[in-house]
């Protein structure tokens, strides 16, 4: 990752955090570039500024990493309305659509989305794309039964699909055990049908089409930062 592009990240981190308030609970995305607010989070926490902060871990290495730096955890079970997450993203469209997934984490990622009252999602400037697909891959998590067969299934709906693996060769496994098949389906002219598509073949657990569930991006350029809202 080049120096520009990881203090654009930050940079963008660092505004979203604006938005906690001390007593809240808070999602702590998955990525890179959430890792920054994570670390700013706990940074605020041991200086005074936020107290009373509970977080709740997209990931099982966000959990590590949370612990690490001294930021108390709890858990979906607990508290099931987040007051505010904040998270990365591979892609964002004009309408504030994402395509996530690209660490590997997306289930966990959209449960606490979905449970979250503001989700701010926090990217650079080379992440912000007109249409969907773009940019990346649709990352899309099955499970370990029969998992080839959903490979032709993609393949019908257009797109070209690669297993992802580890760098020895080996099947990724997300932290629920589950397969993960990147989808490049180029530009989606219809994200919310292809969304639908996807969930209604029985196996597939999640894809990481997220529709309709940013309220907030906050895109940092070298023009400065700029502020997305859900109108």
Same mark, same amino acid.
């Given at each position: ?22 007593g809240m609970i808070v999602g702590l995305g998955h990525g ?43 858990? $979906? ?9 904040? #998270? !990365? ?5 004009? =309408?504030? /659509?994402? &395509? ?34 773009m940019r990346c891959a649709v990352p ?16 019908? $709906? ?9 760098? #020895? !060769? ?5 932290? =629920?055990? /589950?397969? &993960? ?51």
């Amino acid at each position: 990752m080049g120096s520009d592009t990881s203090r654009l990240k930050e940079q963008a981190a660092h505004r979203a955090v604006e938005f906690v308030q001390s007593g809240m609970i808070v999602g702590l995305g998955h990525g890179s570039t959430a890792f920054f607010a994570v670390k700013r989070i706990a940074d605020l926490i041991r200086s005074g500024a936020l107290q009373n902060i509970r977080g709740v871990p997209c990931s099982r290495k966000v959990f590590e990493d949370a612990r690490r730096l001294g930021i108390h955890l709890t858990t $979906l079970n607990r508290h099931s309305v987040i007051d505010l997450t904040i #998270d !990365g993203a591979d892609e964002v469209d004009e =309408h504030l /659509n994402l &395509i996530k997934g690209g660490g590997g984490a997306l289930l966990r990622e959209k449960i606490v989305a979905q449970a979250s009252l503001c989700e701010i999602i926090i990217v650079d400037e080379s992440k912000m794309s007109p249409v969907l697909g773009m940019r990346c891959a649709v990352p899309i998590e099955v499970a370990p039964f029969g998992w080839q067969s959903h490979i032709f299934f993609l393949e019908k $709906l257009g797109a070209e699909v690669k297993p992802r693996r580890k760098s #020895d !060769g080996k099947l990724f496994k997300t932290d =629920h055990g /589950n397969i &993960i098949l990147d989808a490049n389906f180029g530009p989606i002219s219809d994200p919310a049908k292809m969304a639908a598509d996807l969930k209604a073949r029985a196996g597939v657990l999640e894809h990481g089409l997220f529709i309709g569930i940013a309220t907030d991006v906050i895109v940092a350029g070298k023009g400065g930062l700029c502020h997305l809202d859900r109108d």
